[in-house]
């Protein structure tokens, strides 16, 4: 009987939630939910001088918005309750005294300045500081009060199997005793995560590449306590536009919920995230989130880096919204079109969305692309006139555009356009469409005439070329 797929995603709450941790969340999520896993959210809280309040609301936030959910987790319990590893410290104590029983673990007898000794000691001599060169060849018993030193059982090199490196190695100077408890009680994450991996039954861990350095380690402790290793799933690194090195926050690496801020849709944010390391193979570049969790294999995961290309990110999120049915639109562009209308936004809806990439864009534009539809233009003669036209010219041909307009199909923006363009084509373009976007819309760079009559309707349309005609024979 094969065994049940467990992951998790164990974030430090030192802060906001950036697309390297989502990332990770969601190739572990995905991995649990392609193989009717389970998927757990556990707080990695042991360092509490850089622990940031808030931090643990803002990781639960980022992950729903996402709608990455989980089955065990820091808010909803579970079967390996407690999810917060500040209250887990009796499971690390138990290990530790295991390790302790076995001689694989000793009380740490240096002070800071001690170990700082040590360490300019090694430098001076141009070799690697080793803590286990100092190890002390007597040891009083673990008392809570000092620090609590793994001590590695056999200086050897390791060689093992990464799900997406294939086979890694570390020689001997890889292994060094380090602290598995510290003085104030908490357990470091090099012996927290392993004890609760543990007793979580996690079989996957994905994980970032810089913990690649600290596995022989980890292998160590994993033998002395008789763990077989879960699955280690390396993870190629988020890269800065430049494609030259990690993206850090200097580069642009923010907030998750800034994207959401700005407008960007959650799964095009999957979609996107998905696909920096990860794709299925062949040409399809747009998925749902169901599609992603069904095509996920550990197997397709990235070796080499990938970059954090925004101009993807706003492609991606453009065709997400392109894919939405007009409902959808309309409820996700009402907050920044106040006063417009149902009706309108459903007329207006096609040309919106063309102009945009992510919603949040309307908060900048709507004033200066989108205004004149609710608020008729106030647009002066000269403005009106294309080039040296009189006055005369210019309502002599909105007079017969609204002629025409008067038995036109206003069904479409095609259908307008189709009554119009024969008498633009004959007149010259510019003479005809020039005055008439400048009636309707005040503006030179608007939205097409044909789209702006569609929009407005015939009533509203025939108002404004009414009033400049009115304005053109003054």
């Not at 392109?322 to 309108?344: N, T, V």
């Not at 407005?456 to 025939?462: A, M, N, Q, R, S």
Request: charge should be negative; aromatic fraction near 10%; proline fraction near 5%.
């Amino acid at each position: 009987m094969e065994k049940k797929i467990v992951t998790r995603f164990a974030p430090s709450p030192t802060g906001f939630m950036h697309v390297g941790g989502v990332r990770t969340a969601l190739y572990a999520w995905a991995w649990a939910r392609k193989n009717n896993g389970t998927f757990i959210l556990r707080i990695e809280d042991t360092d509490k001088a850089r622990e940031v309040e808030g931090s643990i609301p803002h990781i639960i936030e980022s992950l729903k918005w996402l709608g990455i959910t989980w089955d065990e987790g820091v808010d909803i319990g579970g079967p390996n309750a407690p999810y917060l590893q500040s209250e887990r410290l009796s499971s690390y104590k138990k290990y530790a005294q295991i390790l302790i029983d076995k001689g694989y673990a000793y009380a740490d007898p240096y002070s800071e300045a001690e170990v700082a000794a040590f360490r300019a000691e090694a430098e001076a001599e141009k070799r690697a500081f080793l803590y286990r060169d100092h190890r002390p060849t007597t040891t009083t018993p673990w008392d809570g009060t000092t620090s609590l030193r793994f001590k590695v059982p056999e200086i050897k090199s390791y060689t093992w199997t990464d799900a997406v490196r294939g086979e890694l190695s570390a020689g001997v100077e890889a292994l060094d005793d380090f602290v598995l408890i510290k003085s104030d009680g908490y357990p470091t994450y090099n012996f927290a995560h392993i004890i609760d991996d543990l007793e979580m039954g996690v079989t996957h861990i994905m994980r970032a590449d810089e913990f690649i350095a600290s596995t022989p380690k980890f292998l160590s402790l994993y033998e002395a306590l008789g763990i077989v290793p879960p699955v280690l799933v390396t993870l190629p690194p988020i890269l800065a536009p430049e494609g030259n090195k990690k993206l850090g926050k200097r580069d642009g690496a923010k907030d998750i919920l800034e994207y959401r801020k700005e407008g960007y849709l959650s799964e095009a944010m999957v979609n996107f995230l998905a696909f920096l390391g990860w794709n299925p193979g062949g040409e399809v570049e747009i998925m749902t989130p169901e599609e992603i969790v069904e095509a996920f294999t550990i197997e397709r995961i990235h070796k080499s880096g990938a970059m954090l290309n925004e101009e993807k990110l706003l492609w991606i999120n453009k065709e997400h919204m392109k894919r939405k049915d007009s409902a959808s639109q309309l409820e996700a562009i009402k907050p920044y079109m106040s006063g417009y209308g149902d009706e309108l936004l459903m007329r207006l809806l096609p040309t919106i969305i063309d102009r945009i990439n992510t919603y949040g864009e309307l908060a900048s534009i709507e004033e200066s692309e989108f205004r004149f539809f609710i608020a008729r233009p106030q647009t002066e003669v000269e403005r009106v006139l294309f080039k040296d036209d009189e006055p005369h010219v210019a309502l002599r041909h909105l007079t017969k555009v609204k002629e025409l307009l008067e038995t036109a199909d206003f069904s479409s923006p095609e259908a307008i356009k189709a009554t119009i363009m024969p008498y633009a084509e004959t007149e010259g373009k510019g003479n005809v469409l020039w005055p008439l976007r400048m009636s309707l819309s005040g503006q030179e760079k608007s939205v097409d005439p044909f789209t702006i009559c569609y929009v407005l309707g015939k009533d509203e349309v025939f108002a404004r070329i009414d009033a400049i005609c009115h304005t053109l024979r003054s």
